[in-house]
């Protein structure tokens, strides 16, 4: 769906060049669009690949162990569906770390994996269970500790505090996960009273 919007965007965008006159400037701005991605993909990939870098130390040397183990109590009552030794617990805990080190391209496998996981203990039904909704909404509005994308971005474009978002960034966070698993509970609970 994604696609088709950003080919309806581009489309409109010639036309309207074209019947305005600005095609050398439309030309010129995705020249120049062309250009800055790459830049920025590149100052991107060296911020990636440093914190990918320190998660795969983190757990080389059980930090990331030690990690799950202080989080394991509030993803098992966040998810009281899912079973003690499930790999769905595994792969949500991995994707909640990677999230609050603002690592989201290695969150997504994990949350890919972690759905998948939960799609088998639903009985590959289509519909989303309660534990599937939970994630999403935990994974949308997720903790972020350190934002790795948010600082490069800030970096690249020669910010002169590039890590002073770091503290807005944890309070606004904490408030948007507060807020997810609030407004889910309230939505599951809602709908177990109108099944009675």
């Known amino acids: 769906m994604v696609n088709y919007i950003w080919v309806f965007i581009t489309i409109v965008g010639i036309i309207f060049g074209l019947i305005n006159g600005t095609m050398e400037a439309v030309t010129k701005a995705v020249f120049d669009g062309s250009k800055e991605a790459v830049t920025l993909c590149i100052g991107l990939i060296s911020v990636l690949v440093f914190w ?23 993803v098992k009552i966040l998810f009281p569906d899912v079973p003690h030794k499930h790999p769905a617990l595994g792969y949500i805990l991995s994707n909640m770390i990677s999230n609050m080190f603002g690592l989201g391209n290695a969150a997504t496998p994990l949350g890919i994996k972690a759905m998948e996981e939960l799609k088998k203990l639903n009985g590959g039904k289509n519909e989303a269970s309660r534990s599937m909704v939970t994630f999403l909404a ?17 970096m690249n474009y020669h910010s002169a505090s590039p890590t002073e978002i770091v503290v807005p960034t944890i309070i606004a966070t904490i408030l948007s996960a507060i807020g997810a698993v609030l407004i889910d509970r309230y939505f599951y609970y809602r709908r177990s009273r109108k099944g009675r």
Do not use: D, Q, W
């Not at 320190?54 to 799950?68: N, Q, T, V």
């Not at 994974?139 to 600082?151: K, L, M």
């Open 52 to 74: 990918l870098g320190m998660m795969r130390i983190a757990e080389e040397s059980g930090l990331l162990e030690k990690l799950s183990k202080l989080f394991r109590p509030l």
């Open 138 to 154: 935990i994974n949308t509005a997720s903790i972020t500790i350190i934002p790795t994308t948010v600082i490069a971005i800030r």
